[in-house]
């Protein structure tokens, strides 16, 4: 035994023996590890069971403690055959280390730190126990070149405090921690690169890809678990997704402090988990599920957590966690492995201390004592491993087999480069050692990649650029075995540039799901409804409200409906547009073909009653009340019922322009005339002198008068508003659903309510005046006829006012023809349809002569003609 002086001193320890109170003999038992020699050795740190922590650490190996093994890992030991495996491949290869051989000392540190303390400091000194600062082999040099473990954050976290303060290398086969970046601590710790950011984003779109948006969180409760916690949180919220709870689980086996009852309820807030851990830091939630009822949730993971394994031996994972997709970073095939695999058995490798407990468990080998000790000459010897279940074993090669193997060949390919130097060196020194510390093997590892692929060069600490990750299916195959089966894979270069493809058809959704399972807080929006938030409750759990009018949402769980075009509008469903009808009162439409009907019918009367005026032009009844009049009015009225035709039809420029106008003037004309005939009434009666010529020539021109200047002032009014802000075609999209009105904009309402104001003056002066005469004598008197007739006019377009502001569309151009025509017909009636009675049916008419001469003295009769 000799100290080495180029290690640093540790400390001084004179071991005292319990028993004998002496010294304790160094004559050590042999190394409880499974070691094979070599020219350099790499050790191994594996984590094959879970057990109690009962290590008592000291330096003595005559005190045994009973150990409670609460789970054998059995898949575990793949990890330390394809670190077997690729020594004996390397160790063949003749183009590598110059012939030289490597080997390897394996320790099983059980997920117990002081363990892995424990088996570090074997390492260095060649003895277990060890002997801290010596160096205890045989051999002049120490062998030791690096050193690959563990499979946990807290395993290399403290063999990494023994391993860096003698500056030998070791690489971590477990997942990337970001916590052991620190080189002040680590400084001589490598791990396999992996883009955590690559791994939130296959998470979130295989949520968006199934419609997850309502998901669960389990995490381990360490830095790591609240480093993922909070990024994946962060991620989710930026893509619109929700997380619907947050489960730390306590490290195994440290004090349970899970409320049950809680425990069990949050697994019910969601059909969908995502679980972040391996399988060592997520053993208590593992247990935790398998004691409580059947969740049937849905599991969404790494492949660093195994779901398949079960604590209590039974094959309950696929029951409890069947149909759970896991995410693995992608990995080549590692040539040969598989076959390698096949061929193990305990009678090939005897030296393997480790193969005896795992055989006698895969194998199901009797116990010999009520301590668990199987006997392992009474099962299958001969067995292979392919023939085990997935629940204690699996051919495929997993991530942690794969970083081991492409650890030991990391390491090599240092080695031959560190002793390509040497061999160099050795022209000029040929006295120099081909043996080297271990920290030189640093500056080589770090020129080396430790990716998926061992074709390319490979850098340790590095990010990858791409990452790769399948995506598996947990699924209980036809012929009743499972398996874990790729249905899909995502490729991550950047957060624009990622692609998930997914092959839906192959995935199945475990004993509980007969389809895709939803994941949601609220069931999602259907088209024509929106989002409104729930008060105190995350933004993806809401109500749902219909549209507004006008407004549509044509997709679902939309936060806001949108507007439809001005030409368009939302269907009754309101999830889509539907383009608008135009809409106008055409001659083809029935209320248009009506009003249509009328005026011509109306004009033809009128035409006919003019007709009937000229033939009989010299009977009393049309010379009275100047028959020039007369004819003035109903030639007015005639061009009334026909400017009702103007309002029919798709407004133009000219029809809009002649609508209101041409009425106004028309109608001027016509209450002017009646105003005429009026005064002519009275003056007639009152003031004309009988046989005066003179004032018969003067009343006449005056009523001539009258209608001009009536007409005029209207004409002016309509003149202005063309000048000013004429009418115009418009449309209405607004008033009727669905519909495009096309009308005709007044441009000023101020000069069309001038318009008709006018006429409303009009009319009241002729019903003012007409309402005075009512009591002269009635043989050839109008002043009834047209103080009715104004009262009909008036009645008509005091009506039309209210009910034409409280209408719109075709339906206010409908009243306001209807209302040229009925107030038409009311004078036309009124007037003219009395007087036609009698020219037709009172062939006995007496004249206005013989009636005015009866109320004058004998000899003094009149004899005067009105035209």
């Known amino acids: 035994m000799k100290l080495p002086l180029d290690l640093p001193l540790l400390v001084t320890i004179i071991f005292v023996s319990q028993e004998e109170n002496s010294i304790l003999s160094l004559n050590v038992p042999a190394s409880p590890g499974y070691y094979q020699d070599g020219d350099f050795i790499i050790g191994g ?90 160096d205890c082999r045989s051999e002049k040099r120490n062998k030791l070149v690096a ?26 086969y477990g997942p990337f921690d970001y916590s052991l970046r620190d080189r002040v601590h680590f400084q001589s710790l490598y791990q396999f690169p992996m883009n955590p950011t690559a791994l939130y984003q296959g998470f979130i779109q295989l949520m968006m890809h199934f419609g997850w948006i309502w998901v669960g969180l389990v ?56 679980v972040f851990g391996d399988t060592y830091s997520l053993l208590r939630f593992v247990y935790k599920i398998l004691c409580n009822i059947i969740f049937g949730n849905v599991w969404v993971t790494t492949s660093y957590w195994d779901i398949t394994i079960s604590p209590f031996g039974q ?25 390698f695999l096949k061929n193990v058995q305990p009678a090939k490798y005897p030296q393997d201390i480790f193969i005896q407990d795992v055989w006698s468990i895969l194998f199901e080998c009797p116990y ?28 495929n090669t997993s991530p942690q087999s794969y970083n081991v193997y492409g650890a030991v060949h990391v390491i090599a390919k240092a080695l031959h480069e560190e002793l390509s130097l040497r061999l160099e060196e050795e022209s000029l020194d040929n006295g120099a050692s081909m043996a080297p510390h271990p920290w030189q093997l640093h500056e080589f590892l770090q020129k080396f990649e430790l990716e998926r692929s061992f074709v390319k060069k490979k850098i340790v600490n590095e990010n990858i650029s791409t990452t790769k990750l399948d995506i598996f299916n ?30 839906d058809k192959l995935i199945t959704w475990g004993e509980h799901f007969n389809e895709t399972p939803s994941a949601v807080c609220s069931q999602s929006c259907p088209p024509g409804f929106r989002k409104t938030a729930l008060e105190g409750k995350p933004f993806c759990c809401f109500d749902c409200i219909p549209c507004p009018d006008g407004e549509i949402a044509n997709e679902t769980n939309m936060d806001q409906c949108v507007k439809c075009p001005e030409d368009e509008y939302p269907n009754r469903q309101k999830n889509e547009c539907l383009p608008k009808i135009m ?9 248009g073909a009506v009003l249509v009907s009328m005026a011509l019918g109306l004009s033809v009367l009128t035409a006919l009653i003019l007709g009937l005026f000229i033939q009989y032009r010299d009977t009393p009844i049309v010379r009275a009340n100047n028959r020039n009049l007369s004819y003035l009015l109903l030639v007015a009225l005639m061009l009334c019922f026909f400017c009702s035709l103007v309002f029919i039809g798709q407004p133009t420029p000219v029809t809009c322009i002649l609508r209101q106008t041409f009425f106004g003037v028309v109608f001027s004309v016509a209450v002017s005339a009646i105003l005429a005939k009026t005064f002519i009434v009275i003056v007639a009666f009152k003031t004309v002198t009988p046989r005066s010529k003179f004032q018969m020539w003067m009343v006449t021109r005056f009523s001539n008068a009258i209608v001009f200047s009536g007409s005029f002032i209207q004409v002016c009014i309509c003149t202005i508003w063309l000048g000013t802000s004429p009418p115009f075609p418009d449309m209405d999209a607004q008033s009727e659903y669905g519909q495009i009105i096309l009308q005709c904009n ?45 009262l009909v006019f008036c009645s008509v377009w005091i009506c039309f006012i209210p009910t034409y502001l409280s209408t719109k569309g075709k339906t206010m151009v409908a009243l306001e023809t209807f209302s040229i025509l009925a107030s038409s017909a009311g004078l036309l009636g009124c007037i003219f349809l009395p007087k036609c009675y009698l020219i037709l049916l009172r062939a006995d008419n007496i004249s206005r002569k013989k009636f005015l001469n009866k109320f004058l003295p004998r000899g003094k009769e009149i004899n005067f003609q009105m035209t």
């Not at 005559?62 to 793949?78: F, G, M, R």
């Not at 440290?254 to 969601?270: G, K, L, P």
């Open 45 to 134: 740190l594996f984590s094959l069971r879970v057990t109690d922590d009962n290590t008592r650490f000291g330096f003595k190996d005559n005190v045994y403690i009973q150990e409670n093994v609460y789970v054998d890992l059995t898949k575990h030991y793949q990890h330390l055959l394809a670190m077997v495996f690729a020594i004996e491949k390397i160790n063949k290869d003749l183009n590598i280390l110059f012939n030289m051989s490597l080997g390897f000392h394996l320790f099983n540190v059980d997920f117990i730190e002081t363990k892995a303390v424990k088996s570090s400091m074997s390492l260095l000194s060649g003895k277990s126990p060890p002997i801290p600062n010596y």
């Open 147 to 172: 050193v690959v473990g563990g499979v946990s954050t807290q395993i290399t976290a403290q063999s990494s405090q023994v391993l860096s303060l003698y500056n030998v290398p070791q690489i971590s």
């Open 219 to 274: 995490v381990p409760d360490d830095i790591r678990g609240e480093m993922f916690l909070r990024d994946m949180t962060q991620e989710m919220i930026n893509s619109g997704l929700c997380v619907a709870f947050a489960e730390r689980i306590p490290e195994f086996p440290a004090m349970d402090t899970i409320n049950n009852q809680i425990f069990v309820e949050r697994f019910t807030f969601s059909n969908v988990t995502v």
């Open 315 to 339: 094959k309950l994972s696929y029951t409890y966690f069947g149909g759970g997709l896991s995410f693995s970073v992608h990995m080549d095939e590692i040539p040969g492995f598989e076959g």
């Open 368 to 395: 010999l004592d009520q301590h668990g000790i199987r006997e392992l000459s009474k099962c299958e010897q001969n067995g292979t491993l392919e023939t085990r279940g997935l629940h204690v074993w699996d051919m």
């Open 474 to 503: 947990y699924q209980s195959l036809l012929n009743g075995t499972e398996a874990h089966v790729k249905v899909g894979e995502f490729v991550f270069e950047s957060n624009s540039v990622q692609h998930l493809s997914l092959n």
């Open 583 to 591: 809409m106008f009162l055409s001659y083809e439409d029935p209320l």
């Open 746 to 790: 007044e441009g000023s309402t101020a000069a069309f309510y001038c318009v008709l104001g006018y006429l409303g003056f009009l009319a009241l002066l002729s019903l003012m005046i007409a309402f005075l005469a009512r009591r002269l004598p009635d043989s050839f008197n109008e002043a009834k006829l047209i103080t009715f007739s104004m």
